[in-house]
Structures are given as C-alpha cells and as structure tokens.
C-alpha cells in the first residue's frame, strides 16, 4: 500500500451544495454546507486521476479509481491539521468568567430515567446548574484535539477562544465565511440572459477566518492506493475543479507524514485503567446503517459490544454512551456508466460526535495505533472515500459517581 498525501488550494469560493433541492432559473438559490464531505473530495481526484489515465473511463479503470482510499478534507495552515470540534464539550460563561464544562456518561439517580437503549448511560456535564453554553470555534489544530483527547475527565482544559481572539491564536478557527453570487442563465444561441432565468450560489470562502490572518487556507488529503496510479499521484501538481460549478482548485503532493501521524506525546495515554476506557471522536461525518449506531456494534446480553471494522481480532468494545448531533442529509447525481440518476439520500452522523467505550478485551494501544485517522463506517466503500475517519481518546467519569 503506496500512501501519499496532497495539499489543495482554492483559487475561488468552493461550491458544496447541502441536501436541498436546486435548479436553475426562476429565483433560485443554491445552499452551501458548513463543510465540504468527504465524499466532493475523493470524487475530485478520482476524475482527475482519471483524465490523466487518459479519460476514457472504462469500468475497470472506474474500479481502479474507486479502490483509492481517501481521507479528508481537513483545513491545513502552515503545515498544521485542524479537526471538527468535539460534541463533549461545553463552554460556560459566568459574568466574564469563561471555563470548560466536559461532558461523560453518568449514572441516573434515584428517580430519574431516559429512553436510551438499554445498557446506555446519558452524557451529561458534572454540574447541577443549568446554563446557555457558548458557541465552539468549529475547527480545533490537532494540537489541542490531542490534549483534549488526553483529558479523561476534561476538568484541566482551557476554554477554546472566541471573537476577537480569534484573530491572533493558531489553535481554533470557525467556518470559513459565505459568499453569495447573483448569477443568470446564459442562452447559448445569442450569448444573451434569458429572461427572469435569475439563481444564486453559496460558496466557501477559504481566504477570510484564517488562524492567523496572512497565512493561506488549504485543504489537506491523503491517498492510499494499490501502486498503480503512483506515478501520477507522486508528482502531482495541476489545476483542476473542486466541488460545484467548476470552481478551480490546485493541487500539489507534499510530504506530510508527521502531519497525519498518531501523536508521540498520547504515547502512554493507554495504559493502564485510562486504557480501558476508550473515547473515539469522528473526525469526518460517517455512515452507518444503524442511523447514529455503528452497525459493528450489536446487542450482547445487555450491552452493545463489537469490533470496529480493522481492529485486532481479539479486541471487543462495549458502547458506554455517545454524544451525537442532529444526522446531515447527502445525496447527490451518479454519473457511473449503468447507475447515472439521482443517488439515494442518506443520513450522516456529523463530525465531531463522539462515543464512549470501554475495553472488554484486547490491547487498547493496538488498536489506537491501528486505527488512527482511519475510517469506521459500515460499507467499505464509504470507508475508500472517507467517511467516518477516527480519532481516539481517554475518558473517565466524575470522581463523585
């Protein structure tokens, strides 16, 4: 297996159309994501490797591409990863005073219930106060995703910044801003608009909300394939369209390795008790066929228990709990010969969600290592193109449970 990776800059404001539908003309208005999904990206290099494979498309050159294995879109800056924001926390702000509130699975007190599967322990935050909780920076540098990662019961990690602040820190950054543009349907007779045929489109503008203002944005993504489309993958650097309505972006190999690598300081962050109790956070959205439940998990006994799909044979994982966001539609239009139409709508769970486990048996190290920033979803395909990328963690509960 040949891994490689790639560094995407955009020379204008990307189009990623969310779920809703759109056509042009008639006042129209073409909707963008917070984000691009995996799935924009990896069908962007498969048509670009494929044009340089010499754009015939044949189904066993279709089914080469498809075999590519790819991960991202993650912001890069300065050769630094940034990672959706975790769903475990909370910020709270007491006249000026800013902390950060974790959220882990407790257990219910005398009288209290829910209607979580059985065997499941709701997230909840240590306090019994009640408060409106701040807005998290969306985006996290791997930097201080480890450390929050590291943080068990999350009681020494410092409020991410907001505002202003912004501004002038390198470890958090929100959404890249929105542009709208008013367009109109060209006739292609006379090279004139046709009448009242108005629509808008939304892009993600890549050059606003840096980290630190001056240093570009860019996407980063990895590769992994067979060997056989190395020699275009290796020397890569060319212009070609990202996302909708051609917008052009380009693209360059680059060594990226320790970018993408399991970091050395989580290191001895397994052992021991913290090692049996495991947190995996989804660093792009996934697919599972049991809606938020990852269908590797079934129902043993009373608990939920499996293997995640690469882990060692003899780990098995027990499903404490999770925190997970309202599920993203995506769909989208197949242009595969035999399968053209409309694809189905599917329910993503949304990056950043995050599970509790506990180790029943197996090296928790093992499969951290093993499975660090790859993908968990159900189907192997979607895995190939980058759903549901995992981050893992330590977690433990309040010290008064």
């Known amino acids: 297996m040949t891994i490689s990776y790639v560094s995407i800059t955009s020379h204008d404001p990307l189009i990623s159309r969310d779920g809703r539908p759109f056509g042009k003309g008639q006042g129209n208005r073409m909707r963008s994501l917070e984000w691009i999904y995996p799935s924009m990206l990896a069908g962007s290099i498969r048509t670009m490797l494929g044009k340089m494979m010499g754009g015939s498309f044949t189904p066993g050159e279709v089914e080469t591409l498809k075999r590519l294995s790819i991960s991202g879109p993650f912001p890069l800056v300065n050769g630094l990863l940034y990672i959706p924001a975790p769903k475990d926390i909370l910020v709270k702000n007491e006249n000026g005073n800013r902390s950060s509130v974790a959220l882990r699975p407790m257990s219910l007190r005398e009288g209290e219930g829910c209607d979580l599967p059985k065997g499941l322990r709701p997230a909840m935050h240590k306090g019994e106060e009640e408060f409106k909780p701040e807005k998290v920076p969306a985006f996290w540098s791997m930097t201080k995703m480890t450390d929050w990662l590291m943080d068990s019961e999350g009681m020494s990690f410092g409020p991410p910044a907001t505002g202003e602040d912004l501004n002038d820190v390198l470890d958090f950054m929100n959404s890249p801003e929105k542009e709208e543009r008013i367009h109109v349907e060209i006739d292609s007779e006379t090279g004139t608009s046709k009448e009242g045929q108005l629509f808008s489109t939304t892009g993600l503008d890549l050059t606003r909300n840096r980290p630190i203002r001056g240093e570009p944005l860019q996407f980063a993504a990895r590769i992994e394939s067979d060997g056989t489309l190395d020699g275009h993958i290796k020397d890569l650097d060319t212009l070609h369209?990202?996302?909708?309505?051609?917008?052009?972006?380009?693209?360059?190999?680059?060594?990226?390795?320790?970018?993408?690598?399991?970091?050395?300081?989580?290191?001895?962050?397994?052992?021991?008790?913290?090692?049996?109790?495991?947190?995996?956070?989804?660093?792009?959205?996934?697919?599972?066929?049991?809606?938020?439940?990852?269908?590797?998990?079934?129902?043993?006994?009373?608990?939920?228990?499996?293997?995640?799909?690469?882990?060692?044979?003899?780990?098995?994982?027990?499903?404490?709990?999770?925190?997970?966001?309202?599920?993203?539609?995506?769909?989208?239009?197949?242009?595969?010969?035999?399968?053209?139409?409309?694809?189905?709508?599917?329910?993503?769970?949304?990056?950043?969600?995050?599970?509790?486990?506990?180790?029943?048996?197996?090296?928790?190290?093992?499969?951290?290592?093993?499975?660090?920033?790859?993908?968990?979803?159900?189907?192997?395909?979607?895995?190939r193109d980058g759903f549901g990328l995992a981050l893992w963690g330590v977690w433990n509960a309040p010290k008064n449970e």
């Open 241 to 383: 369209p990202l996302g909708g309505e051609r917008r052009l972006a380009h693209w360059k190999s680059q060594k990226m390795v320790e970018t993408w690598a399991f970091p050395s300081n989580m290191t001895n962050c397994f052992e021991g008790a913290l090692g049996k109790r495991l947190r995996l956070i989804l660093a792009t959205p996934a697919l599972f066929s049991g809606g938020w439940l990852p269908g590797w998990l079934d129902m043993v006994g009373d608990s939920i228990a499996g293997r995640p799909p690469g882990a060692p044979e003899d780990l098995t994982l027990k499903l404490v709990s999770a925190c997970v966001d309202h599920w993203r539609p995506i769909s989208g239009w197949s242009v595969e010969r035999g399968k053209r139409g409309p694809k189905p709508v599917r329910r993503l769970v949304p990056a950043g969600s995050v599970y509790f486990f506990e180790v029943l048996s197996g090296n928790a190290e093992e499969l951290v290592r093993r499975l660090w920033l790859k993908p968990l979803s159900d189907d192997e395909q979607d895995r």
